[in-house]
């Protein structure tokens, strides 16, 4: 279980973040909803361990974890993946989707680099040709797909999706959360998704959590 608990967060001296808890198991989907500025973002980069609390802590599996990114431990880390909403501000636009893919690899230092990406492309439907194309050259669907990819890369037990969709056209978004839900089912795992769209949130999530109600008072 990865379960977020207290969780408060300040920009300067604004607080947008009071106490929120929430928890995601294995095998199951959230949706989390709220305003927009509410703070779904920044909840869910604290818990993708990219933002440190001003108070509160992240627990992954049971081990409570201190400190960000690379302080901390690369076998707890790539237990998430993240997927964000943008997938051009998320990938080097000079990088092949290939590279773009291997990146979590080559910094892990894994072996048999081609051969994983190959696999992860084939997870997620990308055909060989788009491999070697740079982001300029694919579509916004295609470019999420290989973002994708590249968050299942370690296998994560948790998948945390930032209105991952939101951008991508009717069918391409159901592409998605069909690869999604497929991963999810084969390695058990947890999926939490941050998303305005109702129809989504009801189609897809077991259940959803309306972030106003997560914090101090309220937390589940
Ligand atoms: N790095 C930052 N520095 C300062 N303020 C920030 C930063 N990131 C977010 N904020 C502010 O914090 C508030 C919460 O932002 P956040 O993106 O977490 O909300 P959200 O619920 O995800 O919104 P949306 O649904 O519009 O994406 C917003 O007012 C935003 O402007």
Same mark, same amino acid.
């Given at each position: 279980?990865?379960?977020?608990?207290?969780?408060?967060?300040?920009?300067?001296?604004?607080?947008?973040?009071?106490?929120?808890?929430?928890?995601?198991?294995?095998?199951?989907?959230?949706?989390?909803?709220?305003?927009?500025?509410?703070?779904?973002?920044?909840?869910?980069?604290?818990?993708?361990?990219?933002?440190?609390?001003?108070?509160?802590?992240?627990?992954?599996?049971?081990?409570?974890?201190?400190?960000?990114?690379?302080?901390?431990?690369?076998?707890?880390?790539?237990?998430?993946?993240?997927?964000?909403?943008?997938?051009?501000? /998320? *990938?080097?636009?000079? =990088?092949?989707? &290939?590279? +773009?893919?291997?990146?979590?690899? $080559?910094?892990?230092?894994?072996?048999? @680099?081609?051969?994983?990406?190959?696999?992860?492309?084939?997870?997620?439907?990308?055909?060989?040709?788009?491999?070697?194309?740079?982001?300029?050259?694919?579509?916004?669907?295609?470019?999420?797909?290989?973002?994708?990819?590249?968050?299942?890369?370690?296998?994560?037990?948790?998948?945390?999706?930032?209105?991952?969709?939101?951008?991508?056209? /009717? *069918?391409?978004?159901? =592409?998605?959360? &069909?690869? +999604?839900?497929?991963?999810?089912? $084969?390695?058990?795992?947890?999926?939490? @998704?941050?998303?305005?769209?109702?129809?989504?949130?009801?189609?897809?999530?077991?259940?959803?959590?309306?972030?106003?109600?997560?914090?101090?008072?309220?937390?589940?």
């Amino acid at each position: 279980m990865i379960t977020a608990e207290g969780i408060t967060v300040a920009y300067g001296h604004r607080r947008v973040l009071d106490g929120v808890s929430l928890s995601v198991a294995r095998g199951e989907t959230v949706g989390l909803r709220g305003p927009s500025g509410a703070g779904k973002s920044t909840l869910l980069r604290v818990l993708a361990l990219l933002h440190r609390p001003a108070a509160g802590r992240v627990i992954i599996d049971g081990t409570a974890i201190t400190g960000t990114r690379y302080a901390v431990p690369a076998a707890v880390r790539t237990r998430i993946g993240v997927l964000f909403q943008s997938p051009r501000a /998320a *990938a080097d636009p000079r =990088l092949s989707l &290939a590279d +773009i893919i291997a990146e979590p690899l $080559r910094v892990a230092g894994r072996p048999e @680099i081609e051969r994983r990406v190959a696999e992860l492309a084939d997870t997620v439907g990308l055909t060989a040709d788009l491999l070697t194309r740079r982001p300029h050259a694919v579509s916004d669907g295609q470019l999420q797909r290989a973002c994708l990819a590249r968050a299942f890369a370690h296998t994560p037990h948790y998948l945390l999706c930032d209105e991952a969709t939101t951008m991508l056209d /009717a *069918a391409t978004q159901a =592409l998605l959360a &069909a690869v +999604i839900t497929d991963y999810q089912k $084969r390695h058990d795992a947890g999926v939490l @998704i941050v998303t305005h769209d109702p129809a989504l949130m009801t189609r897809w999530a077991d259940r959803s959590l309306d972030l106003a109600q997560l914090s101090a008072a309220g937390g589940q």
